[in-house]
């Protein structure tokens, strides 16, 4: 077997790197590196680096509540921990810059959140609607009431001056500016990420930044691990479990299987491993200590 840098997780799949520490660059390559060192000037889109990252991001942080989740005997607790899915539209007509909005309205409602909803990480991501108004995909970590969001933000429209009449709350308060909706698997992550969040409909540029979230998870990573002979062992075992799909180029080679989910290899060391490093991320997120894993383990 050909010497490989790497194996990397992600949700439905893990990638086998080939080490090409030692070899020079293509002319193709250093022709991107140029183009991205010259790219001085901020163009209002995402690039498909960012793209990329974001997708990583998130279908990691998606995991850690999935691996925990599996862990955590109480249901109120799992419930509770589950990724919601929010757009967030202008009620009215926008009138003040893209950077004003983002400032007057979204950074004090998500603050808002943060403190009547205890909402711990949030991921934002900023596009523009046919009719030219900027809006927002958001995901919050925690469970949210649709009525009294509907209020608040509408009420930080009507602070930023986005709303010509003051909201008045009452009870199944409603308003056509705000969609939220669970996400219930990390396939429907994926999804959501791919259909709002990373795509690009060629929509007028956002000005200032397009997308924002919670600092620690801007720092969780893919999962990966140096590929030794007993991983090579170990994937040759998984690949003589049943038939899945296997894609190879001269870069890498790609196992379209879930190893955390596939009845057929979650006896694997490979999907211990895993899960024990989504749950580390999970612990790092949400500031538990030794003590809680130590309870949680013992149900």
């Avoid at 990397?8 to 080490?19: A, E, L, N, P, V």
């Avoid at 060192?37 to 279908?59: D, Q």
């Avoid at 959501?192 to 200032?208: E, L």
């Amino acid at each position: 077997m050909a010497t490989r840098q790497a194996i990397k997780f992600q949700s439905k799949s893990f990638t086998i790197y080939r080490d090409r520490s030692g070899m020079a660059a293509t002319d193709r390559q250093l022709s991107v590196l140029k183009q991205n060192w010259s790219a001085v000037e901020y163009n209002g889109f995402l690039s498909k680096g960012t793209r990329r990252k974001i997708m990583n991001m998130l279908n990691c942080w998606a995991e850690c509540i999935y691996c925990y989740n599996q862990t955590e005997p109480d249901y109120e607790k799992k419930r509770d921990r589950r990724l919601r899915f929010l757009t967030l539209t202008l009620p009215e007509r926008q009138s003040i810059t893209d950077n004003e909005i983002k400032r007057r309205i979204l950074m004090p409602f998500i603050q808002e959140l943060k403190s009547l909803f205890h909402v711990e990480h949030y991921f934002w991501r900023a596009e523009a609607q046919q009719n030219g108004n900027i809006h927002f995909h958001l995901i919050v970590d925690k469970y949210l009431n649709k009525e009294k969001v509907n209020y608040i933000w509408d009420n930080h429209c009507y602070n930023g001056g986005q709303l010509n009449l003051a909201p008045i709350w009452q009870e199944n308060y409603h308003s056509a500016s705000t969609r939220i909706e669970a996400i219930q698997g990390n396939e429907a992550v994926a999804g959501y990420v791919t259909k709002y969040v990373v795509k690009d409909d060629g929509g007028r540029k956002i000005f200032g930044r397009i997308w924002g979230c919670s600092d620690k998870l801007r720092n969780i990573a893919v999962p990966s691990i140096v590929f030794t002979n007993e991983v090579a062992e170990e994937v040759t075992r998984i690949e003589q479990v049943g038939k899945y799909d296997i894609h190879k180029t001269d870069l890498y080679i790609i196992h379209k299987i879930d190893l955390l989910r596939d009845k057929r290899v979650t006896d694997s060391w490979l999907s211990t491993e895993l899960m024990a490093f989504y749950i580390d991320q999970y612990y790092y997120l949400y500031n538990l200590n030794i003590l809680d894993r130590w309870k949680m383990e013992k149900g």
